[in-house]
C-alpha cells in the first residue's frame, strides 16, 4: 500500500527535541526554567534544525516525579507562567516551522488531583469509579512494581475507605480506570483543548501500563484493552487530521505491533523503538554490528501509516532491559561499571558523550548511525552539545540537569544565585566551562555544528523516513551497512563500530544506467559508473552515499 497524499503525514521526515521547561531556560531569574524562557530560545531550536519540539510536562503538579505527577490536565504550573505563554511558545515555533507536542498523561494522577481526593472520600464518592481499586488484600507484586527502590507493591491500601487502589509507578500516582467511558470522556476533552490551544500531537506516556489497567479493572470495552487507543486516536484525527500520537511502548516488536492497531494502523501512529536503542548499545559495548543488524531484520512491516521514532537517549534512565541478563551486564561493563552509574538492576543513568569517554569519534559515529537508520530521529535536549549527567543526582534526575548555554555562572541557565536553582548544575568535566552551546554554535567542529548537519540532511533524504530498508551484505564484522530506496533515489549508510580501519566493496549500483553516489556529509561525488562502491573507513568512521542515475539534478 503506498500513500500518495503525505500532506498530513509531517511526522515521517520530522526531527523531534525533546526539553523540560523547568531545565532549559530561566528567564525571571528564579531558578526555574520557564515558558518565558523557552520563547526566547526557539530561534535557537530552529537555528539547530528541529522541526518537533516535545514539551515534557508543565502542567500542575506537586513535583514528586518531576512533573509526571499531575493535579490539572488543563493547567500550566505557574512556576512555568500561564496559557498565554503557552501559547506565545506555540506561536513563536510554528512562525519557525516547528511543530509542537505536548506529553499526554493516560496512566495516572497525582493523589492531589482533585478526583482522587473526591475518589477517596467514600466508595459512593462520583469519581470513585475514575480509579482501580480492590476489596481483599492483593498478591505479591513486587515483581511488577516500575521503580523497585521505592516501592514492593503496585497496591496501596487506602485507610479511610478499607480498600486498595491500583498504581503501577509510585503510590502518590493512582492509576486512571480507562475501563470507565466517563475517564475516556475526560481524556477526549484534554486532547481536544490542547489541540485547540494549538498543539500538533502528544507524545504519550507508559501506553502498556495504560492498557493493562483496563485489563485490572471491570471495562465497558468487552475483552478489547486496546478500543481505548481506537477510540483516543478516531477522536484526535476529527479534531485534527495532522496531529499525531507518538508512545511510549517499551515491548518486544511482536507486542508493540499491537500498539500500532495491527494491519489495520488505527492507534499510535509513532512508536519509540526501545528494541534497536537497546541493541545499539550493545553493539557498541561489543564493537560488532551484529545485534543492531539483528534487530533491525526483527523489525515488522508497519502500516504506511505508521511508523518508528528513533532515539539514543531520552528523560528517563537509559533501560536495557529486553537485553538478557549476560547482555545487560556486557553493556554494564563498558559503559557504566559503578554502581553509581546505575539504576533499577536495569539501567544507567548516564548520558552518551560520558559513556564514551568522550571520544568524539565514537560520539560522532553513534549520533550518524541513529539518524541514518529509518524512522523519525529523536534527541534529547543537550545532546547537540554532548552535555554530560550528574551522577550524585538521584536516579532519572541525573540525566535532567539545567541546558548548559554559556561558560556564564549556572551555565547561562539562570541569574539565581546557585543554590535557588531547580537542580544543580553539571559539575564535572562536562560542566558549563567545557560544554557549553555558545561556544559551539560558531565553530564548525563542534557536536552542534555536527548534530545540525545531520539534522539538515536528515530532513531532505525522505528516503529515510518513507524508503523500503534492506541491510547490505559485507563480510566485516565491525560495519553496519544498510540502504533506504525511494523511487529512483537510494541512500546508502555505513558505520564501522570498531576501532580500527576498514576497506570493503559494496554492490549497491544499479547496473547498466550508471549510478552516481554522492557523499551527502562531505557533498563530494564518490563514484560513477556500473562498478561497485568501494571505500575505507577509518575507525569509528561513517559514510552517508546518495545513489541516483547519473547525471540526474542534485536533489535537496
Not at 498530513?8 to 523531534?16: E, G, N, P, T
Not at 526539553?19 to 530561534?43: H, M, N, P, W
Not at 477510540?231 to 507486542?255: H, I, K, Q, S, T
Not at 563514484?527 to 575507525?539: F, H, P, T
Amino acid at each position: 500500500m503506498r500513500i500518495t497524499d503525505t500532506s498530513d503525514l509531517w511526522w515521517k521526515s520530522a526531527v523531534v527535541y525533546c526539553l523540560d521547561v523547568e531545565t532549559f531556560y530561566d528567564a525571571d531569574g528564579d531558578g526555574v526554567g520557564d515558558l518565558a524562557g523557552l520563547a526566547q530560545r526557539i530561534d535557537y531550536l530552529a537555528e539547530l534544525g528541529i522541526n518537533c519540539l516535545w514539551l515534557m510536562p508543565f502542567y500542575p503538579s506537586p513535583d514528586r516525579d518531576d512533573g509526571y505527577d499531575v493535579t490539572d490536565f488543563y493547567g500550566v504550573d505557574p512556576r512555568l507562567g500561564d496559557h498565554g505563554r503557552l501559547v506565545e511558545v506555540i506561536r513563536t515555533a510554528h512562525d519557525r516551522g516547528i511543530r509542537v507536542i505536548v506529553d499526554l498523561l493516560i496512566n495516572h494522577t497525582s493523589d492531589a488531583h482533585p478526583w482522587f481526593r473526591s475518589a477517596r472520600e467514600s466508595v459512593d464518592s462520583p469519581h470513585r469509579d475514575y480509579y482501580v481499586w480492590r476489596d481483599t488484600e492483593p498478591p505479591d507484586t513486587s515483581a511488577e512494581v516500575v521503580f523497585p527502590d521505592q516501592e514492593d507493591s503496585i497496591w496501596e491500601h487506602d485507610e479511610r475507605t478499607g480498600q486498595w487502589y491500583l498504581h503501577h509507578f509510585y503510590r502518590h500516582q493512582p492509576d486512571l480506570n480507562v475501563g470507565n467511558p466517563a475517564v475516556v470522556d475526560e481524556l477526549m476533552r484534554v486532547i481536544g483543548f490542547w489541540l485547540e490551544l494549538g498543539v500538533d500531537g502528544f507524545r504519550v506516556d507508559a501506553v502498556p501500563f495504560f492498557v493493562e489497567d483496563v485489563e485490572t479493572a471491570e471495562s465497558h470495552l468487552a475483552g478489547d484493552p486496546h478500543q481505548v487507543l481506537k477510540e483516543l486516536r478516531a477522536f484526535l484525527g476529527r479534531r485534527r487530521g495532522d496531529a499525531v500520537l507518538l508512545g511510549e511502548v517499551n515491548l518486544p516488536y511482536e507486542a508493540q505491533t499491537t500498539y500500532f492497531g495491527g494491519g489495520d494502523g488505527d492507534e499510535l501512529q509513532m512508536m519509540f523503538d526501545f528494541v534497536t536503542m537497546q541493541a545499539s548499545y550493545l553493539a557498541m559495548a561489543r564493537g560488532e554490528a551484529a545485534p543492531l543488524a539483528a534487530a533491525l531484520a526483527g523489525r515488522p512491516e508497519l502500516h504506511p501509516r505508521c511508523q518508528w521514532a528513533t532515539f539514543l537517549r531520552n528523560h528517563d534512565e537509559l533501560t536495557l532491559d529486553q537485553l538478557s541478563e549476560e547482555e545487560r551486564q556486557e553493556v554494564f561493563a563498558a559503559f557504566g561499571p559503578e554502581e553509581s552509574m546505575q539504576v533499577y538492576d536495569r539501567g544507567l543513568k548516564r548520558r552518551l558523550p560520558t559513556m564514551l569517554g568522550g571520544d568524539p569519534r565514537r560520539v560522532r559515529l553513534a549520533y550518524s548511525l541513529m539518524f541514518s537508520l529509518p524512522g523519525t530521529p529523536s534527541i534529547y535536549y543537550g545532546e547537540e552539545i554532548g552535555m554530560g549527567e550528574d551522577l550524585q543526582a538521584a536516579g532519572r534526575m541525573a540525566v535532567r540537569t539545567p541546558m548548559q548555554w554559556s561558560r556564564a555562572r549556572n551555565g547561562g541557565f539562570s541569574a539565581a544565585e546557585p543554590e535557588q536553582l531547580i537542580q544543580r548544575v553539571v559539575p564535572d568535566g562536562y560542566g558549563p566551562e567545557h560544554v557549553n552551546a555558545a561556544d559551539q554554535r560558531h565553530d564548525p567542529d563542534s557536536l552542534f555544528s555536527f548534530i545540525k548537519a545531520l539534522v539538515a540532511v536528515r530532513r531532505s533524504c525522505p528516503e529515510l523516513g518513507w524508503g523500503t530498508f534492506a541491510l547490505i551484505e559485507q563480510p566485516h564484522p565491525s560495519v553496519l551497512a544498510h540502504r533506504c530506496d525511494l523511487d529512483e533515489v537510494s541512500m546508502v549508510a555505513v558505520h564501522n563500530l570498531g576501532p580500527d580501519p576498514v576497506t570493503l566493496s559494496l554492490d549497491v549500483c544499479r547496473a547498466g544506467d550508471g549510478t552516481e553516489a554522492l557523499d551527502v556529509l562531505s557533498h563530494q561525488l564518490v563514484a560513477a559508473g556500473d562498478e561497485c562502491l568501494e571505500l575505507v573507513l577509518e575507525g569509528y568512521g561513517h559514510r552517508w552515499l546518495r545513489l541516483r542515475p547519473e547525471g540526474a539534478l542534485d536533489l535537496p
